[in-house]
């Protein structure tokens, strides 16, 4: 290989391992990936599931939400929100930034 193609991969390289976080591959070679949410507890993570599945409901179907203990219960749209931007790919975005301007440079 040429030196500048050699550069180029060392590069891509440092920016895979700088920049894919959000994705870890599975350890049964499945050719899957597992997507990791930081969460405090248990009862974070029920809770933040029970929010998810409220507001499907009330998406939905949102007569549904008026006639069940939903009522009672109103949804935590900030805590579904953080959940949605914690799992938004920002780093893997960055770093396909990062390759296209490396590739550009040809």
Same mark, same amino acid.
Request: glycine share 2%; charged share 25%.
């Given at each position: 290989?040429?030196? %500048?193609?050699?550069?180029?991969?060392?590069?891509?390289?440092?920016?895979?391992?700088?920049?894919?976080?959000?994705?870890?591959?599975?350890?049964?070679?499945?050719?899957?990936?597992?997507?990791?949410?930081?969460?405090? %507890?248990?009862?974070?993570?029920?809770?933040?599931?029970?929010?998810?599945?409220?507001?499907?409901?009330?998406? *939905?179907?949102?007569?549904?939400?008026?006639?069940?203990? *939903?009522?009672?219960?109103?949804? %935590?749209?900030? *805590?579904?929100?953080?959940?949605?931007?914690?799992?938004?790919?920002?780093?893997?975005? /960055?770093?396909?930034? %990062?390759?296209? /301007?490396?590739?550009?440079?040809?």
């Amino acid at each position: 290989m040429e030196t %500048n193609e050699i550069k180029k991969l060392e590069n891509l390289r440092q920016l895979t391992v700088q920049y894919c976080s959000t994705l870890t591959p599975c350890a049964d070679k499945t050719g899957t990936y597992t997507a990791k949410i930081k969460m405090h %507890n248990y009862h974070e993570l029920g809770c933040t599931i029970t929010e998810m599945l409220k507001l499907c409901i009330v998406a *939905l179907d949102h007569d549904v939400h008026q006639a069940t203990t *939903l009522k009672q219960s109103p949804i %935590n749209v900030a *805590l579904v929100l953080e959940m949605v931007l914690e799992m938004f790919p920002l780093d893997e975005l /960055e770093f396909l930034s %990062n390759v296209a /301007e490396i590739l550009s440079e040809e």
